[in-house]
């Protein structure tokens, strides 16, 4: 049995060994649900049984939870490849690697390969990375955890942009779900489309959308809580709202927004759903939804993260925050008050996107290998 292993570690030959002894599946289970999801693919190949077991749901479930999540970051190079392309790649860090020093930034953090060439992220749910291709108008799915990639169907509608797909988890059907709406939304409005990896196929929404006048996405979707959210804007007035699909119940309806002042977002803080809004030029605030209700949790007034704020990002355990600013990435701790910068990873390149991303095993029997 030992034999069929494609490679050993000190890791895999501990498993062997406990194996061999007859200890108890509980056991084994727990130390499975340790090991990283490289080791645990070649540990698959210890029997036909855990093969098996390794790649059902609550196993899953269980592996990813034993593992901090984690930070991946996009970068662009400035220069054209052979094929007249700019190169991406991705870094991966966990929330104590942020590359905040310029001569330690990316000391020991593992660089992957940047898969596609013209795609751009759509968002990110338990180690699943949402890619679009503008190129090609195709919808990919991508776990770097295991290099595997998912390429979705056509969708019956064209999307033209990121903004108009979003990704999250269904925790009724224990599904992820891909959702296409249309960019503009008025009374004659384009039918929206749900994707269901459990079924592998696009259907209609039957719900009708919000009806609006005539409204623009303004964000690209933001999932919280079994829901997507969106920042529309009512066309000709600085009137903001956000569109809510629930993946489960596969139903539209609208929050409004904390003031009718310049929004941005949506995103996540504190695990609800949140948005930024430009109180002035040189004050923003950062607003959470609890119930029906928004209140303030962050009042930024320094000058230099007031101006070209986009969005920001919480991370999960630490509550440190990245600021999307139209020149890079700040890092903002609310303890400490301090406003880092996120650092290059070389003078050829420049930081383009960030999305958090779990230890998972999800893909695991899909799609194709990367």
């Keep these: 049995m030992r034999d069929v292993l494609c490679s050993s570690s000190p890791v895999i030959d501990f498993v062997y060994t406990m194996r061999v002894r007859q200890l108890c599946d509980e056991l084994m289970v727990d130390i499975f649900s340790r090991l990283p999801s490289k080791t645990l693919l070649r540990c698959r190949s210890l029997s036909k ?20 999540q984690k930070l991946l970051i996009r970068h662009r190079t400035y220069h054209e490849n052979e094929e007249g392309e700019f190169e991406g790649f991705y870094t991966l860090h966990s929330e104590d690697q942020l590359p905040l020093c310029p001569t330690r930034g990316y000391i020991g953090i593992p660089q992957l390969e940047f898969p596609f060439t013209y795609s751009t992220i759509v968002g990110s749910c338990d ?28 969708c019956p509608r ?11 988890y269904d925790p009724i059907t224990d599904d992820h779900k891909v959702v ?8 004659d409005v384009e039918t929206p489309y749900v994707y269901s990896i459990k079924k592998n196929a696009w259907c209609a929404v039957s719900s009708p959308m919000p009806v609006y006048r ?10 919280v809580s079994g829901a997507l959210h969106w920042l529309v804007q009512l066309y000709g007035a600085r ?19 904390p003031e009718p002042r310049w929004t941005k ?50 991370l999960g355990t630490t509550g440190v925050l990245v600021f999307d600013m139209c020149f890079g990435f700040q890092v903002y701790n609310p303890k400490r008050g301090a406003y880092p910068r996120l650092v290059d990873f070389n003078h050829d390149s420049f930081l383009l996107e960030i999305c958090q991303c779990d230890e998972t095993l999800r893909l695991l029997d899909m799609g194709t290998s990367c």
Excluded at 239 to 257: C, Q, Y
């Design 214 to 223: 005539r409204v623009s996405l303004k964000s690209r979707a933001c999932f």
């Design 49 to 68: 049984s855990w093969c098996s077991y390794l790649a059902t749901p609550d196993f899953i479930r269980m592996h990813s939870s034993r593992f901090p």
């Design 158 to 168: 064209r999307c033209y942009s990121a903004s108009e797909i979003g990704f999250g």
């Design 180 to 187: 296409s709406v249309p960019g503009v939304i008025g009374e």
């Design 265 to 314: 977002g949506p995103t996540a803080v504190h695990g609800c759903l949140a948005v930024v809004t430009e109180q002035s030029l040189t004050e923003n605030w950062i607003w959470v939804r609890r119930g029906d209700s928004w209140c303030v949790v962050f009042k930024l007034k320094e000058a230099e993260e007031a101006d070209d704020l986009r969005g920001a990002l919480q």
């Design 239 to 257: 009137e903001f709202f956000i569109m809510k699909f629930d993946l489960s119940k596969h139903v539209f309806s609208h929050v409004p927004s």
């Design 127 to 154: 180690g699943i990375i949402c890619l679009f291709d503008y190129n090609d108008n195709h919808i990919t799915l991508w776990n770097p955890s295991i290099r595997r990639t998912l390429i979705l169907p056509d």
